[in-house]
């Protein structure tokens, strides 16, 4: 399908959401307010859990939040709607804020655990607040008024509800788009990963929470001034369950797919609630075994949701970013020959084993250094010793004339060092281009406002030129919108050198590059490592096929069960007979 189609649905959709409350029913109407208000909320977990990969048991206790406080902002106080908006908002933005310092450092499943946790608890306070009115609710909530127009009857609001959501989607699709979106569309790959780019993995989380909070507050808002009355019961589990639920089935990886599954749920609960009293009395409590059933028939059968189906069948093609003239700012490289990195007696220990051992070496600027030795002699725990992965137990790193030791490893990325790894850590579902826009985020200073309403255009055209420039460099120029996925391991390995250097390094460290990729990729990987330090970047790399190394670097560091064995010049090394016996044995 044509880029085009892309920029017609929303306006198709906008247009027909336009003219539907003059054609329908009051009681579609009512339908579709539940679907947008749903939506809304859907669409704070799409970008949470779907893309973020952040579930939240608690959702609904955050509308809770937003409903309860215009509520008191208009009923206790008699002030007007608007001020329980700013209420609504900056409460559950608060709350978000401290839920998310507290527990989003947690990992694995105590972190959805946790949210049920603070999800039951806050529908319980709700009933336990004096003035709240208790199990009763809040009643005679006011109807929104802006600007003189007053939301009263049915049709009114649901164009508020919709154009509410609609600016909510645009945002997201925004954010999606720009250079915090990529981070967000990174968190499934890891800490490590992400760290190592130069973004902060807790960051990105508890912006994303907070955010998924504040569009969850805006419902709550929206939701008692529709229903002009509120009280506890709403706010339960359950119904957060539903949002996860309008969440998935829409596809938890698209804008559209909230809309879609708050109208499968919604639509479905409607048709349900017809349903069930003929089949048995217990009507309300089959409602949730029915959802139960749909839950595990849309994890067995149709994980992406509907849209990722429809996807399947209307493939589109997303359009090449707009590249700008000129690229990004870059640092001012050091000249060849000054002090780059210094190890000095660095020491790491797993339990009883010492991985690495009182290792000391010193590198220039403008070389390129190997480090050889058999496997499990430490090569890769050193990396992640020089690059802020682990802590050394013992021992001092100095990078650019600073002492980095126990420096966080996002902070070592942003100073200058670019780092690749032995088992390959791409985001495979992401395109060429955005992989290597990654490689750009510490160079880029876009925060999460100016991306949520696209005032981040010139910079990221100037990131997208950093980035194409990069897969030419390394021979991937054109194929910057296939998916990375898709490359064979060879050309990964190089995509991830590219997205290292889109970070404009002044040291880069790769983890075996050489690994997996056969001969002739081989050869010109070695011709793309001289052209890198031909551009003044530094390279340390591990390797184990001698003869690549012999003909490459200008020094070689050796270590044997953790420990230095000798260092010198690929000559040196060869003709040592330490280091044959150890480690070179009949190859030499
Ligand atoms: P190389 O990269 O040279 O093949 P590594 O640095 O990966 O070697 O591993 C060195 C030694 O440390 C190996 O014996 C390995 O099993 C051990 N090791 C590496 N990482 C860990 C870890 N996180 N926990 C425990 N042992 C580890
Ligand atoms: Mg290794």
Not at 159 to 168: D, H, M, N, P
Not at 225 to 239: A, G
Request: hydrophobic share 55%.
């Amino acid at each position: 399908m044509n880029p085009v189609v892309l920029r017609v649905i929303p306006l198709v959709a906008i247009v027909v959401m336009a003219i539907v409350p003059l054609v329908a029913s009051p009681f579609s109407i009512t339908l579709l307010n539940y679907v947008g208000i749903g939506a809304i909320v859907a669409l704070g977990l799409v970008l949470m859990t779907g893309f973020g990969g952040l579930t939240s048991f608690g959702q609904a206790a955050l509308v809770g939040v937003g409903a309860y406080a215009t509520a008191f902002v208009t009923v206790n106080l008699g002030l007007p709607p608007i001020l329980g908006l700013v209420l609504a908002v900056v409460l559950t933005g608060a709350v978000a804020l401290l839920l998310g310092a507290i527990t989003l450092r947690l990992g694995g499943h105590f972190l959805p655990l946790s949210t049920i946790a603070w999800g039951i608890a806050i529908y319980f306070l709700f009933p336990n607040i004096p003035g709240l009115g208790a199990y009763d609710g809040i009643r005679s909530i006011p109807p929104i008024s802006l600007f003189g127009i007053v939301f009263g009857p049915n049709w009114a609001i649901y164009y508020l509800i919709w154009a509410v959501l609609a600016v909510a989607m645009w945002s997201v699709a925004n954010l999606l788009d720009s250079r915090v979106g990529r981070a967000i569309r990174s968190l499934r790959g890891g800490a490590t990963m992400l760290a190592s780019l130069g973004v902060e993995l807790f960051r990105v989380r508890l912006t994303i929470f907070v955010f998924a909070a504040v569009l969850a507050g805006v419902a709550g808002w929206l939701y008692a001034h529709m229903l002009r009355f509120i009280s506890p019961s709403p706010f339960d589990i359950r119904p957060s369950i539903e949002f996860l639920l309008m969440a998935m089935a829409g596809g938890a990886t698209s804008v559209y797919g909230a809309v879609v599954g708050a109208g499968i749920v919604v639509l479905l609960k409607n048709e349900i609630q017809d349903i069930l009293p003929y089949l048995s009395k217990s009507a309300g409590q089959l409602e949730i075994v029915a959802f139960a059933v749909l839950l595990i028939l849309l994890l067995q059968f149709a994980r992406g949701g509907v849209i990722s189906i429809l996807r399947r069948f209307f493939p589109i093609a997303r359009p090449l970013p707009k590249a700008a003239a000129e690229g990004l700012p870059t640092r001012a490289m050091p000249p060849a020959g000054q002090p780059l990195l210094s190890i000095d007696g660095a020491t790491k220990r797993f339990g009883g084993l010492v991985a690495v051992n009182n290792v000391s070496f010193t590198m220039q600027t403008g070389e390129i250094l190997a480090l050889i030795g058999p496997n499990g002699a430490g090569k890769s725990t050193l990396f992640n010793l020089v690059t802020g992965v682990l802590p050394v137990n013992a021992g001092r790193i100095g990078f650019m004339g600073k002492d980095i030791t126990g420096t966080a490893q996002a902070d070592i990325a942003r100073s200058g060092m670019a780092r690749t790894f032995q088992h390959v850590k791409l985001r495979a579902g992401m395109t060429l281009v955005d992989n290597v826009l990654l490689g750009a985020y510490p160079r880029t200073q876009a925060g999460f406002l100016r991306c949520l309403f696209r005032r981040d255009r010139e910079e990221e055209a100037r990131a997208t030129r950093v980035a194409l420039d990069m897969l030419d460099f390394v021979g991937l120029g054109g194929k910057a919108q296939e998916l990375a996925g898709n490359l064979p391991l060879g050309q990964q390995r190089v995509l991830e050198i590219a997205r290292a250097l889109a970070s404009d390094p002044i040291l880069i460290v790769l983890d075996e590059p050489a690994a997996g990729l056969r001969k002739p990729e081989k050869v010109a990987l070695a011709k793309q490592l001289r052209a890198i330090r031909d551009r003044g970047v530094s390279v340390l790399l591990v390797e184990h096929d001698m003869e690549f190394v012999m003909g490459l670097v200008d020094r070689i560091v050796v270590v044997d069960f953790g420990s230095k064995l000798m260092e010198g010049t690929p000559e040196e090394v060869r003709r040592s007979t330490v280091v044959q016996e150890a480690y070179l044995g009949g190859v030499a």
